[in-house]
């Protein structure tokens, strides 16, 4: 059972990028995903995340309007496309998939058992 980010590099301001997250091992279509970020000395936070359904998605305020989340359940893949990135989004971006199947989709870490190695995103001003 694992998840693989991609899709991280170097971007200018204002750039975009795309994230993908590949989850092997688990029925992905059962699971609430989620997308984190770590900066260099700051704890974890959310990012974005989609419900098992694809009904329902989520963001963090600082990225609203800006990131979208989406997920193709025949690729068990989840994506994050990045648009108008700033500086402060620089950071290492994780997927994560949910501890529980079939349920609610979280906003905090302990929301998700299973993480990817994250990707780093580096966004220059």
């Known amino acids: 059972v694992q998840l693989q980010a991609s899709g991280g590099g170097l971007v200018q301001a204002g750039g975009s990028l795309r994230l993908s997250c590949a989850a092997s091992g688990r029925t992905f279509s059962r699971y609430a995903m989620g997308w984190f970020r770590q900066a260099p000395g700051k704890e974890r936070e959310f990012v974005s995340a989609i419900s098992w359904s694809d009904e329902n998605t989520y963001y963090a305020d600082s990225v609203k309007g800006r990131f979208t989340i989406s997920r193709d359940n025949a690729k068990n893949t989840v994506y994050l496309q990045m648009n108008s990135l700033e500086p402060e989004d620089t950071a290492v971006y994780y997927c994560?998939?949910?501890?529980?199947?079939?349920?609610?989709?979280?906003?905090?870490?302990?929301?998700?058992?299973?993480w990817g190695q994250g990707t780093l995103v580096t966004v220059s001003s």
């Open positions: 994560a998939c949910a501890a529980d199947m079939y349920g609610r989709t979280g906003h905090t870490p302990r929301d998700y058992d299973l």
